[in-house]
């Protein structure tokens, strides 16, 4: 009888999908103006509550994965226009769908806190000593509580000593890592693969440490294809277990129980391998990991989707978002998202700054921007992506000054100088790595 019941549910279900799949197919092919959100949520609305019972029957899984990879791109247009407050963060599990890295980046984004107005209300002052940036800006981020982070950060700086690494440092990088993804700031990282996936929660084999640890990658690669003979002659002299290096001194570790009195052989070899990895990439470094992990998860907006943030992208994914935009700089969109203050864009000083600024190499051109915005890595969407257009201001000072910037307010002050000569000269004297961070007024 409940077979039947089931049967009939499912049936419903499936007119319910089909239903759903065309308006969101019809709904992506009108124009902005002609869509309806409410069809859009109503939609919506029908897939969350098949996903609810297909965490419960999963026998409706596959009609429900059926349906999504169907109206695939529609789902992506939803997840990438999708708004604070909408049910969508199931999806990101359905690793069937290839969602775009803009849709999943919107929707993992939604799960940090939104930096709008009204946080701005209040401020968490932090007091730092410039020579000693990272014992202090530890000692305010990792003290302060997860809802004072959320306000704005307002940071000054004074004179003070540092101190010993422990595994409270730990936490505060997951806290710093969260406030720049909350503040969408670029940060110019990206993360190894094994601490990625330790993240979020997933296994790391023998291809993950490649890059991590060559020389262990290699020597583990010549066990497992070595002569299966040769390696039961006891040739390798190996047991399950390790030498690490404890505070200067070697220390012997087994990798299981009774570790260094089992002989690795042709039989037991793969499961040497992989808990030599386990023990190298995972248990050795746990208790940081844990650490970064709760120091990350005190930022989002709920603290239980810090695995969800991570298992739902690629480490691709997160060096995007961590790192920014890895191309060449694009001379267009700067020219695009750059505004005019007391110059023309016909003005000759304009016209020659950029036919210098063209003529650069994209390390210059990086260094410059840096000067001008202390924008050192740009977002992801390029210069779309910062939050205020950049500025080019017409300063009173003489031929013989160097251009200023006001880094907060992304403004270049330049003199009107009287040939492209000299204001070459004064922007190749600025685009040196040793004098970008030295000059400007913050």
């Keep these: 009888m409940l077979h039947d019941a089931l049967r009939i549910l499912m049936d419903a279900f499936i007119t319910i999908l089909s239903t759903a799949g065309n308006v969101l197919k019809q709904q992506a092919g009108c124009s902005v103006g002609q869509r309806k959100p409410a069809l859009w949520r109503q939609a919506v609305d029908v897939l969350t509550v098949v996903n609810n019972f297909a965490e419960i029957f999963p026998d409706f899984r596959p009609v429900l994965r059926a349906t999504l990879s169907a109206t695939e791109e529609p789902l992506d247009l939803l997840l990438r226009q999708a708004k604070r407050g909408t049910n969508l963060h199931w999806l990101l599990k359905c690793k069937d769908v290839a969602f775009s890295f803009e849709a999943k980046r919107n929707l993992v984004l939604m799960l940090l806190p939104e930096v709008g107005a009204s946080d701005f209300e209040e401020q968490h002052e932090m007091l730092i000593n410039r020579s000693n940036l990272l014992a202090e800006s530890f000692e305010h981020i990792s003290q302060a509580s997860p809802s004072d982070l959320r306000y704005e950060l307002l940071i000054e700086f004074r004179a003070s000593s540092t101190d010993s690494m422990n595994l409270a440092y730990f936490k505060f990088s997951g806290r710093l890592i969260a406030l720049a993804l909350m503040h969408k700031v670029q940060i110019g990282i990206t993360f190894d693969r094994t601490f990625f996936l330790q993240l979020a929660g997933k296994p790391i084999t023998l291809e993950d440490v490649k890059d991590a640890d060559p020389f262990l990658y290699a020597s583990c690669k010549w066990i497992l294809d070595m002569d299966p003979a040769l390696v039961d002659s006891d040739a390798l002299g190996l047991t399950f277990s390790r030498d690490v290096e404890v505070l200067g001194s070697i220390k012997n570790v087994e990798l299981s129980t009774g570790g260094k009195d089992i002989v690795v052989n042709s039989t037991n070899r ?173």
């Design 270 to 442: 793969e499961s040497y391998v992989n808990l030599l990895i386990e023990h190298s990439f995972v248990t050795s470094v746990a208790y940081q990991v844990e650490q970064f992990a709760r120091g990350f998860a005190d930022i989002l907006s709920d603290r239980t989707h810090q695995r969800l943030f991570f298992e739902s992208l690629e480490l691709e994914d997160v060096d995007r978002l961590l790192y920014g935009s890895g191309g060449a700089i694009s001379l267009t969109e700067w020219k695009q998202h750059t505004m005019y203050e007391c110059y023309k864009e016909k003005d000759d000083q304009i016209q020659w700054f950029w036919k210098i600024i063209e003529e650069m190499s994209d390390e210059q051109r990086r260094v410059l921007l840096f000067f001008w915005t202390a924008v050192k890595y740009l977002p992801a969407e390029g210069f779309k992506g910062l939050n205020s257009k950049l500025c080019i201001h017409r300063a009173t000072s003489p031929d013989t000054a160097l251009p200023v910037s006001q880094t907060c307010f992304y403004r270049l002050s330049i003199p009107a100088y009287s040939s492209e000569s000299t204001m070459r000269n004064r922007l190749q004297f600025i685009t040196q790595e040793h004098v970008s961070c030295s000059f400007g007024m913050g």
